[in-house]
């Protein structure tokens, strides 16, 4: 590793530090803990803590607040990490991506890492969703990524370990079986560690320019060594590589899980959820049906073998990502229990697979969709529809789903509507326009969804936007044949989504029917409840948890609330206005007696003011 890198790490460590290492309680139950991203390595987002129940949850307070302070406006920063609480500490990353070791009690900081050395930025290193936590023996490591980087971090005292790779710190960009030279590599979401393994995911952007590939790989968590790799893009010989059409895994980028991945630790199975192959709206000089793009993968997580794989959009053209984390879930379903991975995706589809052997819990239907006039594009003449559940978003954008919320409003909207290719889900992209709904932000995202085993309930937070994309005929000297004009989101007059609201809802899903049990609108616009408009919802970014003490909270909304949902009904039992918005997903534990839940109000998106508080709540 240059020279350089080792130059920018750097440990900040408090002053009572050396004085607050210890736990701030002696034993704490895992159940009640949270050890993951996802609350737990399957993702479910649910925790036995059952302190906080549907009868007391109005009594909730603020009980701390932890400032990160590094919070930037320009350009602003967010925060959309879930913290991990593991055995009397909670680990979180910054608005700049730093590690904070706090006390969970009383937010209280332990210690700090800092990957830029202690070296003032003007520029935000990007967002950070988590870190992960390992253990062999006395060997307690943190690892957290910036950008192209994997640090181990000694979990007590906050130190980079010397052992792993070059003095603490892993170049991703290395062993990638790919010519990295002036490509960018970028992890945001946390790494999965199984046994004495941590493994990444990441990868590139969206092209049309050179992008790298996503390629997951294991690493030795003691020594950084490479244990093996995944390629998303399969070479020549290995399963799928027919699906690329002449040179083009080559060159084709993206393909990369930034949102996370899964484990079963009892199976040994990695669950991994790939994005689409770059350029992203143009695939002429990628004909076929691109595997690993957009496909749930099991892999061997100790050899990286792949066991199967179901591909979720054959060929992608509209950016259709797998947006969250593939959730491990136990349903009720049929008279048994079946262990299940869900996979939730932009166009509000909810796929559900057997964990084993990846076949459908309902049946998915291969439906023709419209041929593509680009030159040279060759769309696949199917894709996949999931039977059950119903979809959790609107699909498509036709003339009567322009927003209604005043004659401007529509006027607006409609005018950009009558610009545009514009219908049925999967529409082909024109170079002129078109507009795709779901758009990039969802349907649901990367907050992902959460289950509540004893209720058999899966419940998934979907948004509707929509996104508008252009294309421009790209240059000799750019060797593409499309470039990007626009993506931005399609807005009205006043800044609102261009569809007819609702803009938001939570929906509960039975896990043995199939059904939705309940479906609330989440958040709403005060300035549009005073012009007497009905309940509109928000756009949302982050995601919901259950707790046993049947509630889900939620945040994430543009108004700036916090929520606590009935399990059962999905009414609101309890609301917080919080100082910005809490753009993440909470996470909840049991410490020193009592049952905290936490949520990074960080704001910093959609005009917002950046934050860089860490907010806990209890019931006093």
């Given at each position: 590793?240059?020279?350089?890198?080792?130059?920018?790490?750097?440990?900040?460590?408090?002053?009572?530090?050396?004085?607050?290492?210890?736990?701030?309680?002696?034993?704490?139950?895992?159940?009640?803990?949270?050890?993951?991203?996802?609350?737990?390595?399957?993702?479910?987002?649910?925790?036995?803590?059952?302190?906080?129940?549907?009868?007391?949850?109005?009594?909730?307070?603020?009980?701390?607040?932890?400032?990160?302070?590094?919070?930037?406006?320009?350009?602003?920063?967010?925060?959309?990490?879930?913290?991990?609480?593991?055995?009397?500490?909670?680990?979180?990353?910054?608005?700049?991506?730093?590690?904070?070791?706090?006390?969970?009690v009383n937010g209280q900081r332990k210690w700090a890492f800092d990957p830029m050395g202690g070296r003032p930025s003007r520029?935000?290193?990007?967002?950070?969703?988590?870190?992960?936590?390992?253990?062999?023996?006395?060997?307690?490591?943190?690892?957290?990524?910036?950008?192209?980087?994997?640090?181990?971090?000694?979990?007590?005292?906050?130190?980079?370990?010397?052992?792993?790779?070059?003095?603490?710190?892993?170049?991703?960009?290395?062993?990638?079986?790919?010519?990295?030279?002036?490509?960018?590599?970028?992890?945001?979401?946390?790494?999965?560690?199984?046994?004495?393994?941590?493994?990444?995911?990441?990868?590139?952007?969206?092209?049309?320019?050179?992008?790298?590939?996503?390629?997951?790989?294991?690493?030795?968590?003691?020594?950084?060594?490479?244990?093996?790799?995944?390629?998303?893009?399969?070479?020549?010989?290995?399963?799928?590589?027919?699906?690329?059409?002449?040179?083009?895994?080559?060159?084709?980028?993206?393909?990369?899980?930034?949102?996370?991945?899964?484990?079963?630790?009892?199976?040994?199975?990695?669950?991994?959820?790939?994005?689409?192959?770059?350029?992203?709206?143009?695939?002429?000089?990628?004909?076929?049906?691109?595997?690993?793009?957009?496909?749930?993968?099991?892999?061997?997580?100790?050899?990286?073998?792949?066991?199967?794989?179901?591909?979720?959009?054959?060929?992608?053209?509209?950016?259709?990502?797998?947006?969250?984390?593939?959730?491990?879930?136990?349903?009720?379903?049929?008279?048994?229990?079946?262990?299940?991975?869900?996979?939730?995706?932009?166009?509000?589809?909810?796929?559900?697979?057997?964990?084993?052997?990846?076949?459908?819990?309902?049946?998915?239907?291969?439906?023709?969709?419209?041929?593509?006039?680009?030159?040279?594009?060759?769309?696949?003449?199917?894709?996949?529809?999931?039977?059950?559940?119903?979809?959790?978003?609107?699909?498509?954008?036709?003339?009567?789903?322009?927003?209604?919320?005043?004659?401007?409003?529509?006027?607006?909207?409609?005018?950009?509507?009558?610009?545009?290719?514009?219908?049925?889900?999967?529409?082909?992209?024109?170079?002129?326009?078109?507009?795709?709904?779901?758009?990039?932000?969802?349907?649901?995202?990367?907050?992902?969804?959460c289950f509540d085993p004893k209720r058999n309930l899966l419940i998934v937070p979907s948004g509707e936007w929509t996104n508008?994309?252009?294309?421009?005929?790209?240059?000799?000297?750019?060797?593409?044949?499309?470039?990007?004009?626009?993506?931005?989101?399609?807005?009205?007059?006043?800044?609102?989504?261009?569809?007819?609201?609702?803009?938001?809802?939570?929906?509960?899903?039975?896990?043995?029917?199939?059904?939705?049990?309940?479906?609330?609108?989440?958040?709403?616009?005060?300035?549009?409840?005073?012009?007497?408009?009905?309940?509109?919802?928000?756009?949302?970014?982050?995601?919901?948890?259950?707790?046993?003490?049947?509630?889900?909270?939620?945040?994430?909304?543009?108004?700036?609330?916090?929520?606590?949902?009935?399990?059962?009904?999905?009414?609101?039992?309890?609301?917080?206005?919080?100082?910005?918005?809490?753009?993440?997903?909470?996470?909840?534990?049991?410490?020193?007696?009592?049952?905290?839940?936490?949520?990074?109000?960080?704001?910093?998106?959609?005009?917002?003011?950046?934050?860089?508080?860490?907010?806990?709540?209890?019931?006093?």
């Open positions: 590793m240059p020279s350089s890198i080792h130059r920018r790490l750097f440990l900040q460590t408090s002053a009572a530090a050396a004085g607050s290492l210890l736990p701030s309680f002696a034993a704490a139950d895992p159940a009640r803990e949270w050890r993951h991203y996802g609350g737990d390595a399957g993702a479910t987002r649910y925790s036995a803590a059952d302190q906080i129940t549907r009868s007391n949850v109005k009594k909730l307070k603020v009980a701390w607040t932890h400032r990160t302070g590094d919070a930037m406006e320009r350009p602003a920063t967010a925060i959309e990490c879930t913290p991990i609480v593991v055995d009397g500490t909670m680990y979180l990353t910054t608005a700049q991506v730093k590690v904070h070791a706090v006390d969970p520029r935000s290193p990007g967002v950070n969703r988590g870190v992960a936590y390992w253990q062999q023996g006395n060997d307690k490591r943190i690892f957290a990524t910036s950008q192209d980087m994997l640090y181990a971090i000694d979990a007590v005292t906050g130190e980079l370990d010397q052992k792993f790779a070059a003095k603490g710190a892993l170049d991703l960009k290395l062993d990638f079986d790919h010519d990295m030279t002036g490509l960018s590599f970028r992890h945001t979401s946390p790494v999965v560690v199984f046994e004495d393994l941590v493994i990444t995911g990441g990868g590139g952007g969206e092209g049309p320019y050179p992008e790298a590939p996503g390629h997951i790989r294991a690493w030795d968590a003691r020594t950084g060594r490479r244990r093996w790799i995944f390629h998303t893009v399969p070479k020549p010989g290995e399963f799928g590589h027919d699906t690329w059409d002449g040179d083009s895994w080559k060159y084709t980028g993206g393909t990369n899980c930034w949102a996370g991945m899964s484990v079963d630790l009892k199976r040994g199975i990695l669950y991994a959820g790939i994005g689409s192959p770059s350029f992203d709206f143009y695939g002429g000089n990628r004909k076929g049906n691109n595997l690993f793009g957009n496909s749930v993968v099991a892999l061997d997580a100790r050899t990286g073998k792949r066991l199967w794989h179901f591909q979720i959009v054959h060929h992608d053209v509209w950016d259709y990502d797998m947006p969250a984390q593939p959730a491990l879930m136990r349903f009720r379903h049929g008279g048994r229990d079946v262990d299940v991975v869900v996979q939730i995706t932009k166009q509000g589809f909810v796929f559900i697979f057997d964990r084993e052997t990846g076949k459908p819990l309902w049946p998915v239907e291969e439906r023709p969709i419209p041929e593509s006039k680009l030159d040279g594009e060759l769309l696949s003449k199917t894709q996949p529809f999931p039977t059950k559940p119903a979809p959790v978003s609107h699909q498509g954008f036709f003339e009567s789903d322009i927003t209604n919320i005043s004659p401007d409003a529509h006027a607006h909207v409609r005018a950009i509507w009558e610009k545009a290719a514009a219908g049925k889900l999967y529409t082909p992209i024109a170079k002129d326009g078109v507009l795709i709904h779901p758009g990039f932000r969802g349907g649901p995202l990367w907050g992902g969804c508008r994309i252009i294309l421009r005929d790209g240059t000799p000297e750019e060797k593409f044949r499309y470039g990007l004009v626009d993506r931005q989101p399609v807005l009205d007059n006043e800044g609102y989504p261009a569809i007819k609201p609702p803009w938001s809802h939570l929906t509960a899903i039975d896990g043995n029917s199939g059904d939705f049990k309940w479906r609330v609108v989440m958040g709403e616009f005060p300035e549009l409840k005073a012009r007497g408009i009905p309940r509109t919802g928000t756009p949302f970014h982050g995601g919901a948890i259950c707790t046993a003490g049947g509630l889900v909270f939620m945040a994430g909304t543009f108004d700036k609330r916090m929520r606590a949902y009935d399990t059962d009904s999905g009414e609101v039992r309890w609301e917080h206005q919080l100082p910005e918005a809490g753009f993440a997903t909470p996470c909840t534990y049991e410490a020193g007696g009592k049952q905290f839940v936490v949520i990074a109000a960080g704001g910093g998106k959609d005009k917002s003011k950046s934050s860089d508080e860490y907010i806990a709540f209890s019931l006093g």
